[in-house]
């Protein structure tokens, strides 16, 4: 059995917390590929990224139906400490979740087992929060799309690897789609359904 | 009783994750109207209930707030907007327009250009551009699936018919990025071009018709014209009495009660700025021909 004291902390003040946390993710989505910081300090289980833990106690509630990759399933204390600090349920099927949260990205189950919304409703889509190893070394992939002057250019470790090329799927898609927010410690980046891959490289 | 009357900003925490979810999909889906779970608000629904919950949910201690109805800081709808906020939230305000991190807008975007670190909030009346055309909403979310707009090119080009030109002049249908038709709210075309590749983040909200919607920096905005008509901004052909600018949207002012009238400036920030720098209109209490009349 699990006490109180023996979840993480989470935010020390939370409406100031979501509040700053909320405009580092708002101001990725509206810059994808620009790398934003996330600058309060929250309480997380080890197994789980400050970020990712700072993302998910802004947004998430009883209404945001929440999956958790094999990695993220692996340590209870995430599931616990969710519960705990969002109340947002934890769901197998991931065709059904608001967010996916992925700790091992190598892994991530092919796009299409997630909501991409429908063309009525293509806000109904998921979001992928999707650790990464970095977002500010690694090959180097060129951008575009609503959001950018011309073009940005991200160089990130980045799992899976050959997730640009999965998320082209969006151009066929579109209005529906997936959303990505790449997260490293407290730094984050957006690949919303609008940014194209122009170029990747070493 | 030292405790706040208010949450920060008003709003529930359960409220502002909701619309930040909103609009978080609003940007992913530029110019795509996000239904959200609108709430009552301490004012009435013809004052920006929409905008004033966007703004609620974004708003942080760091930010510099300007609230502007129809270009002024100053109707009695800007003045109590900034006042709830200052109260609610205590951020910074300000009437100028480069100085402002959040500007929250009802009828008009500023003339000075907007930068990368602002986010301009509108207050929608009327979210869905299609209504006029199709009042069932079955219909209307079925056209912006399919991007089926003909019907709105077809009513455009009647009004040229007609009119010999577009008779919309507020609220003039825009595209975002290639694909939605969307309503830029009543502001007047004239601004329409300003919404092209902005480099500040816009945002809609509409409290009534609960709908929140956006333009992401850098967006391709097209005003829907036609190749024969193109798309033209609309302004009185005069310079500002007040300040002498020939390039901004004006406002037309009766002076008296024999006629007499003179064009502003709509934007009040603006306006003082250019006064403040020295520049002069015809109708300015410049110094020297108030001593050359004395
Ligand atoms: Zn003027």
């Known amino acids: 059995m699990t006490t109180v004291a023996e979840v993480p902390a989470g935010f020390a003040d939370k409406v100031l917390s979501a509040q700053s946390t909320f405009r580092s993710v708002m101001d990725a989505m509206a810059r994808p590929g620009s790398v934003q910081r996330i600058t309060v300090p929250v309480g997380t289980p080890d197994e789980m990224m400050s970020g990712t833990a700072a993302i998910a106690l802004t947004l998430f509630d009883h209404d945001t139906p929440i999956w958790l990759d094999a990695a993220m399933s692996a340590a209870p204390v995430i599931a616990k400490w969710l519960k705990f600090h969002t109340s947002a349920p934890v769901v197998a099927d991931s065709s059904i979740a608001s967010f996916a949260l992925a700790g091992d990205p190598r892994n991530l189950p092919p796009l299409d087992r997630f909501a991409f919304g429908s063309n009525e409703y293509p806000d109904r889509s998921a979001t992928l929060i999707l650790q990464a190893e970095s977002l500010t070394q690694g090959p180097a992939f060129e951008m575009k799309g609503p959001g950018v002057d011309g073009t940005a250019v991200l160089q990130a470790m980045l799992q899976p690897r050959d997730l640009f090329l999965r998320l082209t799927i969006n151009e066929a898609l579109f209005p529906r789609g997936i959303d990505v927010v790449l997260v490293h410690d407290n730094s984050i980046v957006a690949i919303p359904r609008t940014t194209r891959l122009v170029a990747s490289g070493a | ?294």
């Open chain 2, 1 to 294: 009783m030292n405790a706040p009357a208010y949450n920060f900003a008003y709003l529930d925490e359960q409220t502002k994750r909701m619309i930040r979810r909103a609009i978080l999909k609003a940007i992913a889906i530029p110019g795509y109207q996000v239904p959200f779970a609108s709430r009552e608000m301490p004012m009435p629904y013809g004052w920006g209930t929409g905008g004033v919950q966007v703004t609620a949910a974004i708003l942080g201690p760091q930010d510099v707030l300007k609230v502007i109805d129809q270009g002024s800081d100053d109707t009695t709808n800007a003045i109590s907007i900034r006042k709830f906020f200052g109260k609610t939230a205590g951020v910074a305000t300000t009437t100028s327009t480069a100085d402002a991190t959040v500007i929250q807008t009802r009828h008009r975007i500023p003339e000075a250009p907007l930068h990368a670190g602002q986010v301009l909030v509108y207050q929608v009346p009327i979210p869905e551009p299609l209504r006029f055309l199709e009042p069932r909403e079955t219909e209307t979310r079925r056209m912006h699936a399919l991007g089926e707009y003909g019907l709105m090119h077809v009513k455009l080009y009647e009004d040229i018919a007609r009119f010999g030109h577009i008779a919309t002049s507020y609220a003039y249908p825009v595209k975002v990025n290639a694909r939605y038709v969307m309503d830029p709210s009543p502001t007047p075309k004239f601004d329409n071009p300003k919404m092209d590749k902005c480099p500040a983040l816009q945002l809609f909200g509409a409290g009534r018709e609960k709908r929140i919607y956006a333009i992401p920096p850098h967006t391709h905005v097209v005003s829907l014209d036609f190749e024969d008509h193109p798309f033209t901004r609309y302004r009185f052909d005069a310079p500002c009495a007040l300040c002498g600018a020939g390039n901004s949207y004006l406002d037309e002012i009766v002076t008296d009660d024999k006629g007499g009238r003179m064009f502003v400036c709509s934007d009040t920030d603006y306006c003082e700025a250019r006064q403040m720098a020295g520049h002069r209109g015809s109708e300015s209490a410049a110094p020297h021909e108030e001593s050359a009349h004395g």
